[in-house]
């Protein structure tokens, strides 16, 4: 028997992950320094991993209630009162899940009929587009530009609005481009949203990583927005717990009843020792995410620096650990650039490409590795960009 005429064709059509073929070569590569990766570098903080321990000890080793334990469910709610100020009732507007991915992919797949139309801004976290049509809609990129920085403009949103459009995804600070988005730009979207009675996914995941003393706004916080939206947010990058695989979705209850319905029949809870590792995170892990923030911001700002001085232009993203800088004036594309930086200099970055087509011209260089590494990839880079250059210039 074939087995791959047995795949549903919607799966089996898929294209694979740019980063995992990308990743697979960096693998089989030794000494290569990773700008690849989009994972903090720094540990776990102590207290948090200690939590998780203390739960093992205390025997915490069975299911929780489907939404999440209670407890943590109550700090969320708190959490995201005091830090995006909107208010989410604990008991019925909550669901834990096995990090963001989950609350994705569970809210894609409550809310889409065959045929939905999801619009989002590209280039984009990789999953966007495969899961939308693995929850069987049709996604809609709306290509975000240079020039804006990246941010998604209300005028490029609405020329891509159709009747059959039902929800937008947004993910301000951005990856990969590290892009946010003002305030003012939030409300028009938010309008638009009103106006044509979409429904939005907020992937608020890096919100914590905001530079510059930056204020960063949810959507969810603006008038007439908290009933349509789906917040969600979990501990993955600024706490630092990429392994522990714990987020949040938090929505109406209608909404939460519906994505809790399909999280019961196919996860039936998060983990719970993960679960008491988050509760001290939120108690307790505000002043690790400020210390690790304050790294970041340095690394970003040596890291745009570096970048603009070997004649890459860069510009200076506000949030999350990526820069996305354009590789152009190399006359290379995405792919060719960052495979001939990786065999040339052991240096991996991701190809722009891997975010959607409209990362053709860019690489995406994370910058949650340590400053030092970041200096010799910097250093590498710069020759590398040098001899492309010196190379062309001779054919020329
Ligand atoms: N959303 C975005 C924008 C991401 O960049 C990532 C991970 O890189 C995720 C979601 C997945 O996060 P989690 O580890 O919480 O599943």
């Not at 690849?36 to 000890?57: C, H, K, M, Q, V």
Request: charged share 20%; aromatic share 8%; glycine share 8%.
């Amino acid at each position: 028997m074939d087995l791959h005429t047995q795949i549903a064709s919607h799966v089996r059509d898929l294209p694979r992950s740019g980063i995992r073929d990308f990743f697979e070569i960096v693998q089989s590569m030794k000494e290569v320094i990773s700008l690849g990766i989009g994972e903090p570098d720094f540990d776990t903080p102590w207290n948090i991993r200690e939590a998780a321990i203390y739960s093992l000890e205390r025997g915490h080793t069975g299911y929780t209630s489907n939404l999440g334990l209670p407890d943590l469910r109550t700090r969320i709610s708190e959490y995201v009162h005091r830090h995006f100020h909107v208010g989410y009732d604990p008991k019925t507007e909550i669901l834990v899940t096995v990090g963001v991915s989950e609350a994705i992919d569970l809210a894609l797949r409550a809310l889409l009929n065959p045929g939905d139309e999801v619009l989002y801004h590209e280039p984009c976290y990789v999953s966007y587009s495969p899961s939308i049509v693995l929850a069987r809609g049709v996604p809609v990129a709306v290509a975000t530009r240079e020039e804006e920085n990246f941010s998604l403009t209300a005028e490029a949103l609405a020329k891509k609005i159709t009747p059959a459009s039902k929800v937008l995804m947004l993910n301000f600070p951005c990856n990969p481009t590290g892009a946010t988005q003002s305030r003012a730009e939030l409300e028009k979207i938010a309008r638009l949203c009103i106006q044509h009675n979409l429904i939005v996914l907020t992937d608020e995941i890096y919100s914590e990583l905001t530079y510059d003393g930056q204020p960063h706004t949810s959507i969810a916080a603006l008038p007439g927005m908290r009933e349509r939206t789906v917040f969600l947010h979990g501990f993955s990058k600024a706490f630092a717990m990429t392994g522990f695989r714990v987020g949040y979705a938090c929505a109406p209850e209608p909404l939460t009843e519906a994505m809790m319905k399909i999280h019961q029949y196919s996860i039936l809870c998060a983990n719970t020792m993960a679960q008491d590792a988050a509760i001290e995170a939120l108690e307790n892990g505000g002043k690790d995410v400020d210390r690790m923030r304050k790294e970041y911001e340095l690394r970003r700002n040596f890291i745009v620096r570096s970048l603009n001085e070997m004649g890459l232009e860069c510009f200076k993203p506000h949030g999350a650990f990526y820069v996305f800088p354009k590789i152009t004036s190399t006359g290379l594309t995405s792919r060719e650039f960052s495979l001939g930086l990786l065999e040339k200099k052991q240096v991996a970055c991701v190809p722009g490409t891997a975010f959607g087509p409209s990362g053709e011209g860019f690489i995406r260089c994370s910058y949650a590795t340590g400053l030092e590494q970041i200096k010799v990839a910097m250093q590498r880079m710069a020759e590398f960009v040098q001899e492309t250059k010196a190379r062309s210039g001779a054919k020329a």
